[in-house]
């Protein structure tokens, strides 16, 4: 693919550019750039955007675009000198805007590469947990001042458990492929745990924790750290940021960095809740976030883990038995397998009396 025209956009004509595929993202297109300028090589991050995946790629620009503007003013704020480099930012195209559109309607951005960093897809250590926390928490804290009402809600109804829960009895009654009665054990499972679906929308509906500008894709991998020190830099991958509340962004980030075996478990007796790990996570969180959170949203933080656990676990199961229609699957009976490690991991929450 001939991507000069593209790079021009950004950078001009005639710039002397090496791009090559960067990165184990699943979603967008992703290219490392590295541009000859005056007084050395510079790189870039190119991307374009999965349109099948987000359909409004625009409406994620303009989000992307007032998050990242936010972060950078308040960086430059506290006296760092090339925000740049410590949290992801837009290089703008020669016409002013923040993002190109091609001929073909594909939308194309560009952002400074981060220098000196890394990232891990697993915790290797409650060092490492620490970090992890503390990034979603710092991160939260920068956009703490940002008005939700700024963004746009590009995925309507996402976090809205007791929805699923409805989708799952739904996709139960109808039964549409046969496959209810192979998974009767964990429909029983859902459903002597269905007081957790409002425990976390019921308090936000009511107006008793606020909605904020939340990441809603905080897992291991999305947080860059220093490479040889370890120290979180910041988060990555920003394009699911929108209003919602804290308590999705550190249950699912604990659920991710908890569990060493993954969602894919190859068996369930490898799942774990590390108890240590948690712990390690919340207190890098709370070190930055405990400035702006509420003593309401402080509280609820424990049991937002098993919420988000829950949560995932009952749409690996929906989707399962509506015919595996949503999340890409692997072999017969993945989603299936999925929902059990989650509800196995939820398992191990209680028991080590989360």
Not at 129 to 158: I, K
Not at 197 to 202: D, K, M, R, S
Not at 291 to 301: K, V
Request: hydrophobic fraction near 40%; proline fraction near 6%; charged fraction near 25%.
């Amino acid at each position: 693919m001939d991507l000069a025209p593209i790079i021009e956009r950004f950078l001009g004509p005639g710039a002397a550019v090496r791009a090559g595929r960067h990165g184990s993202g699943l979603i967008n297109d992703t290219w490392l750039c590295e541009h000859d300028a005056h007084g050395g090589t510079k790189r870039y991050i190119l991307q374009r955007i999965n349109r099948a995946v987000f359909p409004r790629p625009d409406l994620v620009m303009e989000n992307l675009e007032t998050v990242t503007g936010h972060i950078r003013e308040r960086l430059l704020a506290e006296g760092v000198a090339d925000p740049c480099q410590h949290t992801p930012c837009l290089v703008p195209c020669r016409d002013g805007r923040s993002w190109h559109v091609d001929a073909d309607g594909g939308t194309w951005r560009m952002l400074p590469f981060i220098e000196g960093g890394e990232v891990r897809d697993t915790v290797s250590g409650e060092a490492h947990a620490r970090e992890v926390g503390r990034a979603l928490g710092r991160f939260q804290s920068l956009v703490a001042d940002l008005p939700p009402s700024r963004l746009h809600d590009t995925l309507p109804g996402f976090h809205v458990t007791p929805r699923y829960l409805d989708e799952l009895r739904d996709a139960a009654r109808r039964d549409a492929c046969g496959r209810a009665d192979g998974a009767r054990a964990e429909l029983a499972f859902a459903a002597e745990r269905s007081s957790l679906a409002p425990l976390l929308v019921g308090p936000m509906q009511e107006g008793r924790i606020p909605l904020r500008v939340v990441h809603n894709d905080p897992k291991v991998n999305n947080v860059l750290l220093r490479r040889g020190t370890g120290e979180a830099v910041c988060m990555l991958d920003l394009d699911t940021v929108k209003p919602g509340i804290a308590h999705f962004d550190f249950g699912d980030c604990v659920r991710s960095a908890a569990n060493p075996a993954g969602e894919d478990a190859a068996l369930l007796d490898d799942v774990t809740f590390d108890a240590a790990c948690y712990e390690a996570v919340r207190a890098g969180y709370l070190g930055e976030a405990a400035t702006f959170l509420t003593g309401d949203e402080i509280g609820l933080l424990p049991p937002s883990v098993k919420v988000i656990t829950y949560e995932l676990g009952i749409r690996f199961l929906a989707d399962h038995l509506r015919g595996d229609t949503y999340f890409r699957t692997g072999a017969p009976g993945h989603n299936l397998h999925r929902a059990r490690v989650q509800f196995r991991l939820l398992e191990r929450m209680e028991q080590a009396g989360l």
